[in-house]
């Protein structure tokens, strides 16, 4: 169960793969199927139920494109 889910600004992504190296849970890749607006492999997510809302990705991302939203227990 996803404690998080995480809000990808894709267009402004340029595929550095950082975030994909930091994520606990191994659940970032980067698209190879695709290219966003200035022409880079935009980051994805695997596997979003695994997401336990960390913000590591978010923390290390040089360019602000990841938004983590927390869920709140119910
Ligand atoms: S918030 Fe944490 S677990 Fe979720 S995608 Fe980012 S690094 Fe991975
Ligand atoms: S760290 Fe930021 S710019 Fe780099 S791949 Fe991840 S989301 Fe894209």
């Given at each position: 169960m996803a404690k998080g889910r995480i809000i990808i600004n894709?267009?402004?992504?340029?595929?550095?793969?950082l975030c994909v190296h930091h994520c606990p849970v191994d659940i970032l890749a980067l698209d190879t199927s695709r290219t966003n607006k200035k022409g880079y492999t935009p980051l994805m997510v695997t596997?979003?139920?695994?997401?336990?809302?960390?913000?590591f990705c978010a923390m290390i991302c040089p360019d602000n494109v990841i938004t983590v939203e927390r869920f709140s227990k119910s």
């Open positions: 894709e267009d402004k992504c340029k595929g550095c793969d596997d979003p139920d695994k997401c336990i809302a960390c913000a």
